[in-house]
């Protein structure tokens, strides 16, 4: 049991730094559009291995300050040594925080923000945020950035949606999910607790050849964590052309296509705190 969460975590860290060739150009971005004040300080809310977190100490400048936090101290840990390699140590600080209940006194940071943590999995977005907006003082910002939406199958769009169709494939989301807590609904929760004038953007990163090893790797990946468990799930035909076309040893890799492009987006959602 112990040997098994070990290995999860190693693989969900994996899977993090991975795929940052995929995420950090669009994150990047959409961090750049919102304008942090230079010298602000900034609060990232299941912040992981830290790599946002450190795009983040960048925008808000030499005087500005990011604290990350995360409820994984392995992660933590791994966010540290990311910081002192880019030499940003001085500019971030790691903390192990449960986002539900932060250890920060109301009006403490200038803006607050979640990539790709609120709005996932079954934590309650609304209490969230809320709790988000407690610790940001009066008209700072709150945002949530999520990994909105992918095309990846380029050529292959009724395969790539029997594939997403699959359990793996629209994980973490669960069919019972009320239609209010999926993260297209954000702009209501941002309504509901009173942000002031909540905002809607989606931003898209393309991909296409020559695509870098890291590229390469990145969407390997992604193949294999978005849908190299669904052989239960799809019939015996999807599964062939799944690994004909998504295995890296395949004659036919999609990925050594000539033409081969792509594209996934991130939605930023965000409000003024009132
Ligand atoms: C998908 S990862 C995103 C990490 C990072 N923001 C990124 O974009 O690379 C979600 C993160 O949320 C963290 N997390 C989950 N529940 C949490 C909680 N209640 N409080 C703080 N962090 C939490 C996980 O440990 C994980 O690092």
């Known amino acids: 049991m112990k040997n098994h969460r070990v290995l999860s975590t190693e693989k969900y860290l994996r899977s993090l730094y991975v795929s940052n060739p995929l995420r950090e150009p669009i994150i990047k971005t959409a961090i750049s559009q919102l304008g942090l004040p230079l010298g602000s300080c900034g609060l990232d809310i299941g912040c992981g ?9 960048e925008a808000a400048g030499s005087n500005g ?17 990311f910081a002192s390699d880019k030499r940003l140590g001085n500019r971030v600080t790691f903390k192990k ?17 979640s990539m790709d943590f609120i709005g996932y999995g079954n934590q309650d977005p609304i209490s969230l945020l809320k709790e988000a907006a407690r610790v940001v003082k009066p008209g700072g910002l709150v945002f949530i950035l999520i990994w909105s939406s992918q095309m990846l199958l380029s050529g292959y769009p009724l395969l790539e949606a029997r594939l997403n169709a699959t359990s793996s494939g629209v994980a973490p989301f669960k069919a019972t999910m009320p239609p209010e807590l999926h993260f297209m609904r954000a702009l209501g929760w941002f309504h509901q607790i009173g942000f002031v004038e909540p905002i ?29 468990e669904t052989h239960l799930e799809v019939s015996p035909e999807d599964w ?35």
Request: hydrophobic share 40%.
């Open 97 to 113: 925080a449960d986002a539900s209940k932060l250890p920060f006194q109301d009006n403490t940071f200038d803006w607050a923000c």
């Open 240 to 274: 062939t052309e799944y690994q004909r076309l998504c295995h890296p040893d395949s004659p036919n890799f999609i990925l050594n296509v000539p033409e081969y492009c792509a594209f996934i987006t991130y939605s930023l959602f965000y409000g003024k705190v009132f």
């Open 200 to 228: 809607f953007r989606t931003f898209v990163s393309n991909i296409s050849v020559p695509l870098s090893s890291e590229m390469r790797i990145a969407l390997t990946e992604l193949f294999q964590m978005r849908w190299g």
């Open 49 to 57: 291995i830290g790599l946002y977190s450190l795009l983040l100490a």
């Open 65 to 81: 300050h990011i604290v990350g936090i995360d409820t994984n101290e392995e992660f933590l840990e791994k966010a540290c040594s």
